[in-house]
T-cell receptor
Framework: ETGVTQTPRHLVMGMTNKKSLKCEQH?????MYWYKQSAKKPLELMFV???????ENNSVPSRFSPECPNSSHLFLHLHTLQPEDSALYLC???????????FGNGTRLTVT | QKEVEQDPGPLSVPEGAIVSLNCTYS??????FMWYRQYSRKGPELLMY????GNKEDGRFTAQVDKSSKYISLFIRDSQPSDSATYLC???????????FGTGTSLTVIP
């Protein structure tokens, strides 16, 4: 495996479910990010981790909870989501904070 | 006013055409500029990375930055059907803490 890997690729969940998105990077990078991509909108930064420490929480609702156990792994825990949270969730990594991003292929989330 | 403006298209061109994709921005502090290509059902892939004003060429792709006009461009020469994708511009200030993205331009190259 190379690059940034995200699982699952697709996820359908009800508003009362709890699920987690997983991201793993094999690039030896020190920074990891969660972005939300919705149609006709720019990428929205959600969370940033630098050397496992959270450096940015971009006013994200508490129903999204990130976890970064080490520099290679990033999780996004989801609970009691709303239909408007349906989107493509992209994980990215970079060698150092704010150097060019390398993205995974995303998790397409649908909240019913 | 949005930080970064990008025409969403869609843009449709015949194979072999020269394609010009553009973004404008409002923050004069932006110093680093990127272009990403995103195929359907894939994540964005870094195409070009430039610092400050000027041109950068990589194969059929040329990135151009005009800081005085707050305008960046990506030119694709001899466009191919495999270039069909959404192109995102992104930028960040020298001492910035986050990237600012355009909404993306959808490009289709017709064989």
């Amino acid at each position: 495996e190379t690059g940034v890997t995200q699982t699952p690729r697709h996820l359908v969940m009800g508003m009362t479910n709890k699920k987690s998105l997983k991201c793993e990077q094999h690039l030896g990078h020190n920074a990891m990010y969660w972005y939300k991509q919705s149609a006709k909108k720019p990428l929205e930064l959600m969370f940033v981790y630098n050397f496992k420490e959270q450096t940015e929480n971009n006013s994200v609702p508490s129903r999204f909870s990130p976890e970064c156990p080490n520099s290679s792994h990033l999780f996004l825990h989801l609970h009691t989501l709303q239909p408007e949270d349906s989107a493509l969730y992209l994980c990215a990594s970079s060698q150092v904070l704010n150097s060019p991003l390398h993205f995974g292929n995303g998790t397409r989330l649908t909240v019913t | 006013q949005k930080e970064v403006e990008q025409d969403p298209g869609p843009l449709s061109v015949p194979e072999g055409a020269i394609v010009s994709l553009n973004c404008t921005y409002s923050n004069s502090a932006f110093q680093y500029f990127m272009w990403y290509r995103q195929y359907s059902r894939k994540g964005p892939e870094l195409l070009m990375y430039t610092y400050s004003s000027g041109n950068k060429e990589d194969g059929r792709f040329t990135a151009q930055v005009d800081k005085s006009s707050k305008y960046i461009s990506l030119f694709i020469r001899d466009s191919q059907p495999s270039d069909s994708a959404t192109y995102l511009c992104a930028m960040i200030p020298n001492t910035g803490n986050q990237f600012y993205f355009g909404t993306g331009t959808s490009l289709t190259v017709i064989p």
